[in-house]
């Protein structure tokens, strides 16, 4: 099936040098092939104030420009709100992934300036009136729809049409579950849980060329969605931080939890630019 250009133009997209701080490795959830939970372990730990000081300072340092705030779930960390003052302090732009369970402990006013990211993946059915994630009024968020072997086609438009129309999202972003504890320990493996990258294009191209909304939609490429409008960068400008000054550079390499000492931005030469697990594509309705 061919890409709908008829109805969409891709938006440019911004490289910024970010960094994904795994804040706590608590969490209430237990999702089906969580990718974090051999890192998560099991102590519940959260960074301590000091030590994300430290990481950031360093990361001013290098240049960096975006915070992705992850764990475990952020919102369960019980200094969030400082360490979002830490970032306002140096002027980053913060993301917080979330699984939106917990929003009830905070006022929409503490999240100005950050955008908010929702995995909506587990709440919703064929039957969207199913959808059992409660989101208090007033939280603006983008919803975060990770396709699985089993989503469908209905599933992703009702998912998409309830976000807009019953929680006035902006953006919805696609990505998909990858499973890495396969037997070979390799990224593109498929295992019973996950799509394979051809039928996930396809399931996308789908969605697109038949929806009727006006969310911008953002599209993990998986190495099968390319840009039209900008040249992949063949430097790395990508890191993850770990608890306990653990750095793994590329999410290739936190199946094997292969840790390093330190990360650089723009020195690590990446030959996996169309399928890095951290870049997308936006598109928006003609
Ligand atoms: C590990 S979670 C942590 C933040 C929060 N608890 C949440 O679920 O959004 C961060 C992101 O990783 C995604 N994710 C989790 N497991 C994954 C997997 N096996 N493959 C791809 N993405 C995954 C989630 O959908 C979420 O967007
Ligand atoms: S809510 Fe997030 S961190 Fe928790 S198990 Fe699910 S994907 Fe993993
Ligand atoms: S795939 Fe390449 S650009 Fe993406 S995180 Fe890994 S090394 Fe960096």
């Given amino acids: 099936m061919r890409f709908p250009w008829n109805k969409y133009i891709e938006l440019p ?106 995995s909506i993946y587990s709440y919703f059915n064929e039957d969207s009136s199913k959808a059992c994630l409660e989101i208090p009024d007033g939280f603006n968020f983008d919803g975060n729809f990770m396709v699985s072997a089993t989503t469908r086609l209905n599933e992703l438009l009702n998912s998409a049409a309830r976000c807009e129309d019953f929680y006035g999202c902006k953006v919805f972003f696609i990505s998909s579950l990858r499973e890495l504890d396969n037997d070979r320990q390799e990224f593109f493996d498929d295992t019973d849980l996950t799509m394979p990258v051809v039928q996930y294009k396809e399931l996308v191209h789908r969605f697109l060329d038949v929806y009727e909304g006006n969310l911008d939609i953002h599209v993990s490429k998986r190495g099968v969605f390319e840009s039209t409008t900008s040249i992949a960068c063949k430097k ?51």
């Fill in 13 to 118: 997209l911004e490289s910024r040098n970010t960094l994904q701080v795994f804040i706590t490795n608590k969490c209430n959830l237990r999702c089906t092939g969580c990718f974090a939970r051999k890192v998560m372990g099991d102590n519940n730990q959260n960074i301590s104030l000091d030590e994300y000081e430290r990481v950031i300072i360093d990361f001013i340092q290098k240049e960096g420009k975006q915070i992705n705030l992850l764990g475990g779930e952020p919102l369960l960390h019980p200094e969030l709100r400082e360490i979002l003052e830490i970032n306002k302090k140096y002027g980053l732009k913060t993301t917080i992934y979330t699984n939106g369970t917990a929003f009830n402990g905070y006022l929409p006013s503490e999240f100005k300036g950050v955008k908010l990211r929702v």
């Fill in 236 to 286: 790395c400008h990508f890191s993850n931080y770990f608890i306990g000054n653990r750095i793994i550079q590329c999410p290739y390499d936190v199946v094997n939890l292969k840790y390093q000492d330190n990360y650089e931005f723009n020195e690590r030469d990446c030959q996996q630019n169309s399928t890095c697990l951290m870049s997308k594509v936006i598109y928006r309705k003609k």
